[in-house]
């Protein structure tokens, strides 16, 4: 009986080299794969430790009743034996799991890839719903496990993978300038687009780093403009003017302003050195005020960026007192914080009759609207110094860094509105003189550069 005992003792631990295997397997980085079995995590529900302790334990009982109770020596190692056999079978099925994942990764076959290594994963989101829309398969790639995490967690229903662009991509789409999306480029034979995301007149908008892709999409001719004001050389066969998809279900204003109207406070984010600081958020408080003291309903909506300044979260947290401390007293329906941000972008823009804001990508995608623009200029003066810098503030009423021509400005926006013909021709150099389908050119493209 001891040979018996001692030979159901080996074979349970027997199956350490099958345990440890699957408690070494991982599957790749994949969310939201068609064919993915959801259950497989990044790691085993236990480590090989487990098993270990366990067969000391199956090697220490059968030698103690080998010894003192030697009637259930066979017992003892019968019950190693299944222990261990439960602890290898959940390794193996493991490990089986993340070859299901891998098989499915390489089934997938995307066509089109968004490799992604900045920071806020909103980006993402600006472009994704007309990728959807072609119905051709596509993937994000996230840079590091980190970010894959994060993206996973934002996008719950859009195919992610990190590590590299998977090899059917055929094209791959860059809403962020990050400088290692060259680690991207180098490492796929995909054509690779530079989408950017936003059109204004800050200085990434005419990087250098554009040079690198083997096509730049740009919303109209403002964007090919600045490149050359900025000296950048981009060979005309790598743009593609696409316009703004963003811009689909804007509204055009009426054209007449009622007499207490609603308007749109959208500051960008602080920057951290204030000489090259653009945004409106140092002098929040009094803009706003401005606003309520003719009568309008605000919608205040920050900029995503930026979180981390604290003079910045301290004037928005002052604005945010301000306005409801005026809804309590005028009752007017005043729009901010976190209300204000959940609200899709466009059916702000619709809601109101103006916006207020500064160098920002959001002012090019209102000139849609065509409704009046009231812009920050936060190093300037002189209103004219800023717009002959600033292309986009042609279509707007400026207001100098010290506010002398605050009131000025918003009287002419919120009255007479005498740019409303220079804001039509500024939205048609901007985004293109057909608006009517701005989500087409894009899905062009797409389909085009895809081999569809």
Avoid at 287 to 311: K, P, W, Y
Wanted: with cysteine; proline share 7%; charged share 20%.
């Amino acid at each position: 009986m001891i040979v018996v005992a001692l030979v159901i003792l080996a074979l349970g631990l027997a199956t350490a080299p099958l345990a440890r295997s699957g408690a070494v397997a991982r599957p790749p980085l994949a969310a939201h794969v068609p064919g993915q079995p959801i259950w497989v995590r990044q790691a085993p529900p236990f480590r090989f430790r487990v098993w270990a302790v366990a067969a000391g334990l199956s090697v220490v009982l059968t030698l103690v009743a080998i010894v003192f109770q030697p009637v259930f020596q066979v017992a003892a190692a019968f019950l190693g034996l299944a222990v261990l056999g439960l602890i290898t079978a959940i390794f193996r099925r493991y490990r089986s799991g993340c070859a299901e994942v891998r098989a499915a990764v390489d089934a997938f076959e995307p066509r089109i890839a968004m490799p992604y290594a900045g920071v806020a994963g909103h980006h993402i989101g600006m472009w994704s719903p007309w990728i959807e829309r072609t119905g051709i398969p596509w993937v994000v790639v996230a840079r590091t496990p980190a970010l894959f995490e994060q993206l996973a967690a934002t996008y719950p229903t859009t195919p992610i993978v990190q590590g590299a662009v998977p090899p059917s991509v055929r094209v791959a789409l860059y809403p962020h300038g990050a400088a290692s999306n060259t680690e991207f480029i180098e490492a796929s034979d995909a054509t690779h687009v530079f989408l950017g995301h936003g059109d204004s007149d800050k200085p990434m908008s005419a990087s250098e780093r554009v040079l690198a892709y083997d096509v730049v999409a740009v919303a109209g001719q403002a964007a090919i403009d600045r490149f050359a004001d900025a000296g950048l050389v981009v060979p005309p066969e790598r743009i593609r003017v696409i316009g703004r998809p963003q811009t689909e279900g804007i509204d055009v204003g009426a054209g007449r302003m009622p007499k207490h109207p609603s308007v749109l406070y959208a500051p960008t984010w602080r920057h951290a050195d204030d000489t090259l600081n653009v945004s409106s958020l140092a002098v929040a408080d009094r803009v706003v005020q401005a606003l309520l003291d003719r009568g309008c309903t605000v919608v205040f909506r920050r900029h995503f960026a930026g979180q981390n300044h604290v003079e910045a979260e301290a004037m928005i947290v002052r604005v945010n007192d301000l306005l409801a401390a005026d809804a309590r007293a005028t009752g007017r329906p005043h729009r901010f914080g976190v209300d204000a941000m959940d609200e899709p972008l466009i059916a702000t823009f619709n809601s109101v009759h103006a916006m207020v804001s500064d160098i920002s990508g959001i002012v090019v995608d209102f000139m849609a609207s065509l409704k009046p623009l009231v812009m920050y200029a936060a190093q300037f003066d002189d209103v004219e110094a800023f717009r002959a810098a600033h292309p986009t503030a042609r279509a707007a009423y400026v207001v100098d860094r010290g506010l002398a021509q605050l009131d000025a400005a918003l009287d002419a926006a919120l009255g007479k509105d005498p740019l409303a013909s220079v804001r039509r021709e500024r939205a048609d150099h901007y985004l293109g003189p057909d608006r009517a389908h701005p989500a087409r050119p894009f899905i062009d493209l797409l389909e085009e550069l895809a081999g569809r």
